[in-house]
């Protein structure tokens, strides 16, 4: 699968900078060029992962899903947690309650806010009783789609990976 979008790139980017050398990462395409996925998409690639003899131990996901059929995905995403991956889920970036926003709403995903460098919430980031860990979300440093660095990657996007990596 390849990146073209540069979303996918900066988040294992994060994670590569924060893991040792014996984490191994599997890259799974799931967003469009403009960052945007269907639902078959993503009942197609939960069912890819958890039919797969080689799981992945840690999933890290920085989306964000609004849709009517909340339960549906719920459920989905449960099933990745019931097939013993961890699941750890950007909160979002809308400044609402997580508790709106996929899969940060799933009780049983790690759900990560975005601070600042002072340790306080992000304005942008999503708040409530679902978030279980801040980590950095703006000014972080990562790699960039065809090589290079960039020293601005913000939103919850950003600080989920923060969380995944320490979970590796």
């Known amino acids: 699968c390849m990146d073209d979008e540069g979303h996918g790139t900066q988040v294992a ?5 924060c893991t040792p050398e014996n984490v191994k990462i599997q890259p799974y395409k799931l967003l469009d060029n403009k960052g945007r996925a269907t639902m078959s998409q993503v009942i197609c690639l939960v069912e ?6 080689d799981k992945p131990d840690i999933i890290n996901m920085s989306l964000g899903i609004f849709d009517e059929t909340d339960d549906f995905y719920i459920q989905l995403f449960k099933k990745l947690i019931d097939s013993d991956i961890t699941l750890v889920a950007s909160a979002g970036n809308e400044h609402m309650d997580a508790r709106r926003s996929l899969p940060a709403c799933v009780e049983e995903c790690i759900t990560v806010s975005a601070c ?3 340790n306080t919430k ?3 980031s ?4 679902l978030i279980d860990v801040t980590a950095p979300g703006t000014y972080v440093h990562t790699s960039v789609k065809g090589g290079g660095y960039c020293e601005n990657f913000d939103g919850t996007s ?5 969380v995944s990596a320490a979970a590796a």
């Open 13 to 17: 980017g994060v994670i590569t900078q």
């Open 48 to 53: 890819y992962i958890t039919a797969s003899k």
């Open 116 to 118: 600042s460098p002072y």
């Open 122 to 124: 992000m304005s942008f």
């Open 126 to 129: 999503n708040y409530g009783d």
């Open 158 to 162: 950003a600080a989920a990976p923060f």
